[in-house]
């Protein structure tokens, strides 16, 4: 079953500390995962996608096919970074399956 | 990119009535899809619209409680039919312009209160 599983509901660290948010999935196929960001009052928007390799914001992500996660990961946390986190897995027609989503909090 | 607005933004509404959610797009899009989150829930995806064929279902939707409508590129209406307080819930519209790999725009979402 193709399914995407975020652990911690809810994330809370200290500015500056380092953070991981871990995603783990279940695919058949050879998945394409990406984060997707949530900031308070604003719309959902992607964060970064695996096949980029790419940071934003600081942030990365690695597949670890092994493990299958795709955990995010940000050295010093900033207070802005508080907002809702997705991971989601697209699947072969398109469509994102998506994991419950984790609260990150950042204290000052 | 694209840009999505929805409407209406919020609408409180009574049992047993509809409420038809409007979504529209500043470019031709290939794919859109219609989302509902709950409360403290994730997403969950309705259906996938097509433009000028039914649209596709995920299990649990029906047609007959959210019919959708795609007549053309830019434009999707989704109805929530015949509503009850469980259907209380933000509606989400998304788009994949390119139907590649590429990232979903979502609109900013219709807060739904059915009382």
């Known amino acids: 079953a193709q399914r995407v599983t975020q652990p911690e509901k809810l994330l809370s660290v200290f500015k500056g500390a380092p953070v991981e948010l871990k995603c783990n999935y279940s695919?058949?196929?050879?998945?394409?995962l990406f984060w997707y960001v949530q900031y308070s009052r604003q719309r959902l928007q992607l964060l970064l996608r695996?096949?980029?390799?790419?940071s934003i914001k600081g942030f990365t992500a690695d597949l670890n096919k092994g493990e299958t996660s795709f955990h995010l990961k940000k050295p010093f946390a900033q207070e802005e970074d508080s907002a809702m986190y997705y991971c989601a897995l697209e699947d072969s027609n398109y469509q994102l399956i998506w994991g419950a989503g984790t609260k990150l909090i950042i204290k000052p | 990119s694209a840009v999505i607005s929805q409407k209406p933004s919020r609408d409180i509404c009574q049992r047993g009535t509809s409420l038809t959610i409007q979504c529209q797009v500043d470019s031709q899009v290939t794919m859109m899809f219609w989302y509902r989150q709950q409360p403290g829930q994730s997403l969950t995806l309705i259906a996938t619209a097509n433009q000028g064929s039914e649209a596709t279902y995920e299990s649990g939707f029906v047609i007959d409680k959210f019919p959708i409508s795609r007549p053309n590129l830019t434009f999707s209406t989704l109805t929530v039919s015949n509503m009850s307080p469980e259907d209380s819930s933000i509606y989400l519209c998304?788009?994949?312009?390119?139907?590649?790999?590429?990232?979903?725009?979502f609109g900013p979402g219709t807060r739904l209160t059915v009382t």
């Open positions: 998304s788009v994949l312009p390119g139907g590649h790999t590429y990232e979903q725009y």
């Open positions: 695919y058949s196929g050879s998945p394409e």
């Open positions: 695996h096949i980029s390799r790419e």
